[in-house]
């Protein structure tokens, strides 16, 4: 199920989910960051699962606003578009709804700024596309999708 354009929900048993990810158009100029949500049920997990896949400089300061920043830079990191594939989403940060939610408030802000360019503050970017797969088995998607209602609402 598409939630936008570049917002996917993906229900897919391991095996599927490795063809699915093999089937997707990546090159040189694709950056494909995988995040495992079995790693995410703390808000430090997390933000180093970020860190790892996203290759964060070492200042990233393991909070919300560094989470933030980072995410909507990638500097660093030479690709013409992204994509990140959030595996076992239903899984990541378990006990604390207030902190997924502000995961799903910042993964869809960097979706917008990737994907319509940001021409304000000193550093502007162009229109790049950067999608999002929010992942889940086949048994979890329903809980999954009930987690993902304060991104579905607002896409």
């Known amino acids: ?10 229900a897919y048993d391991t095996d599927n989910l490795e063809e699915f990810i093999e089937k997707l158009p990546i090159n040189d100029d694709v950056y494909l960051a995988e995040i495992d949500g079995n790693k995410c049920i703390e808000i430090e997990y997390l933000y180093s699962e970020f860190q790892k896949s996203f290759k964060f400089p070492e200042y990233f300061g393991y ?49 917008t700024e990737w994907t319509e360019g940001r021409n304000y503050d000193d550093f502007p970017t162009k229109e790049t596309p950067f999608h999002l797969y929010l992942h889940s088995s086949k048994e979890n998607k329903n809980e999954l999708y009930d987690r993902l209602q304060p991104l579905i609402n607002i896409s």
């Open 1 to 10: 199920m598409k939630l936008n354009k570049y917002i996917h929900f993906i």
């Open 63 to 111: 909070n919300w606003a560094a989470f933030d920043e980072c995410l909507n830079d990638l500097d660093w990191i030479n690709a013409k578009s992204y994509i990140l594939i959030v595996r076992d989403m239903d899984k990541i940060l378990p006990e604390d709804d207030v902190s997924f939610n502000l995961l799903l408030k910042y993964l869809r802000i960097a979706v």
